[in-house]
């Protein structure tokens, strides 16, 4: 069966980086769009970035220019660096991956998800 595996999150201060990590398996990962998304509390699960299967991305507005996703089709990994740091950026970060879409930036457009893992940017 598919699975996303989510790591690297963790408490950092504001203007700090990270690096999230989403290893997948059961899948053929060349064909999939891959995608990260975040909820915090009490909000929407929101897009932040995707990257297509030939490598091309797409960002949210909030993030565009501090976040960079990446992938690699031979470890079947798709990383997200963040950089400048904000609070705002607090979160559950989920990897998500999709085989058909309509939307690149539609959760309802990825068929499979992680379980998330949690960002906290103090200020």
């Known amino acids: 069966q598919v699975q996303l595996v989510e790591s690297g999150g963790g408490l950092v201060q504001a203007g700090g980086s990270l690096r999230l990590s989403c290893a997948a398996s059961g899948l053929t990962f060349n064909n999939y769009l891959m995608g990260w998304f975040r909820q915090a509390p009490g909000k929407e699960r929101e897009f932040v970035a995707t990257?297509?299967?030939?490598?091309?991305?797409s960002y949210a507005d909030s993030v565009n220019g501090r976040f960079t996703i990446s992938r690699d089709n031979a470890k079947s990994t798709v990383d997200l660096q963040m950089n400048s740091l904000k609070p705002e950026d607090t979160a559950v970060y989920y990897c998500a991956a999709s085989r058909h879409w309509l939307s690149l930036t539609q959760k309802d457009s990825y068929q499979y998800w992680g379980r998330g893992t949690q960002v906290t940017v103090s200020s």
């Open positions: 990257t297509r299967t030939a490598g091309s991305t």
